[in-house]
């Protein structure tokens, strides 16, 4: 069984910076690519940032681009996500997932995704 644990998550003064780890079990992350996905109040769940499987490859939502790194690291079996310069709109709860397809592309796409963490908060005030 597949298990993702978020952690990291906290309430940070705008500009301040923040790093999330996904620590992963049951599943070998050098082999998969893995996304970060954030859920706003009232709002749909979206796409923060997506690496491939190898690392060698990353991808933003616009809205974070710039500030936000994601990242990897094979040994650890774990994942970040490197978050500065952080805005009031960047508060909601973080998800850590695992794509589904061996050795695919970074992908953005929510149904390629098929374990998911159970979320940490990020709460940015202004």
């Known amino acids: 069984q597949v298990q993702l644990v978020e952690s990291g998550g906290g309430l940070v003064q705008a500009w301040g910076s923040l790093r999330l780890s996904c620590a992963a079990s049951g599943r070998t992350i050098s082999r998969y690519p893995m996304g970060w996905f954030r859920q706003a109040p009232g709002k749909e769940r979206e796409f923060v940032a997506a690496i491939n499987w190898s690392g060698s490859n990353t991808d933003y939502a616009d809205s974070v681009k710039g500030r936000f790194t994601i990242s990897k690291d094979n040994a650890k079996n774990t994942m970040y996500l490197q978050m500065n310069s952080l805005k009031p709109e960047d508060t909601a709860v973080y998800y850590c997932?695992?794509?589904?397809?061996?050795?695919?592309?970074?992908?953005?796409?929510?149904?390629?995704?098929?374990?998911w963490g159970q979320g940490t908060q990020v709460t940015v005030s202004s």
């Open positions: 997932a695992a794509d589904r397809r061996p050795f695919g592309s970074s992908s953005w796409v929510m149904a390629e995704y098929d374990y």
